[in-house]
């Protein structure tokens, strides 16, 4: 089974709203990360977070992690058009050297 | 663009055919992979080579078989696939295969007829 699910596995906003989408994992983990898909192309990573840490920032971007809960979640402030995508989480395993996706969410943003 | 090639870009093959995809890579990584983008389903790793060396193999069919002459290059050799291998196929590099983040090639989009 997948390491990393994604919530909502879809989520439309309009331009200018947040957009929240969470990702639950159930093994220990070195790091997680967050990556955008466009339709049909390759994944560009958005932000690494390591376990130690609880929240990062890049941009209008928001990443935090709860390790005791096994969850992170990605806010994107102030949605463009351009956000639309589809987003995934990735989580690279304590042991071993997968770095596992989930389904990802996909984000449609209404300008 | 990311710094890692793919192609083609797209490959329309017949399940008695052999064909390759390859991919390139020229950031220094030490660590290279192949995942499988299907519709509806999550990513797929299937093949992980660190310093050229196979340190992954997913229970992947063996009418796919991957090749690393050296760290730059991965290739994935098909043959005799299915019609449910249509998919997209992805590479990715990496620093190393540790606690790093992965730069993707813009993917091969496979279609089996």
């Known amino acids: 089974s997948q390491q990393g699910e994604e919530d909502p596995q879809a989520l439309s906003i309009q331009e200018g709203e947040n957009a929240t989408m969470n990702c639950s994992y159930k093994t220990s983990i070195n790091n997680l990360q967050w990556y955008r898909q466009n339709s049909g192309r390759g994944l560009v990573h958005l932000i690494l977070i390591r376990s130690n840490e609880r929240e990062k920032h890049s941009g209008r971007l928001r990443v935090t992690l709860d390790t005791s809960k096994k969850s992170s979640s990605l806010l994107i402030t102030a949605s463009r058009a351009a956000d639309t995508a589809s987003y995934f989480c990735a989580t690279d395993r304590a042991a071993g050297n997968k770095l596992t996706f989930g389904g990802g969410t996909r984000v449609l943003v209404k300008p | 663009e990311t710094g890692v090639t793919q192609t083609p870009r797209h490959l329309v093959m017949g399940m008695t055919n052999k064909k390759s995809l390859k991919c390139e890579q020229h950031?220094?990584?030490?660590?290279m992979y192949w995942y499988k983008q299907s519709a509806k389903k999550p990513l797929e790793l299937m093949f992980v080579?660190?310093?050229?060396?196979?340190?992954e193999n997913n229970s992947v069919p063996s009418r796919f078989s991957p090749e690393c002459p050296n760290s730059s290059h991965l290739f994935l050799h098909l043959h005799t696939l299915q019609p449910e291998d249509s998919a997209l196929y992805l590479c990715?590099?990496?620093?190393?295969?540790?606690?790093?983040?992965?730069?993707f090639g813009q993917g091969t989009r496979l279609t089996v007829v």
């Open positions: 950031l220094g990584h030490n660590a």
């Open positions: 080579y660190s310093l050229e060396e196979r340190v």
């Open positions: 990715a590099s990496s620093q190393t295969t540790g606690v790093t983040e992965a730069f």
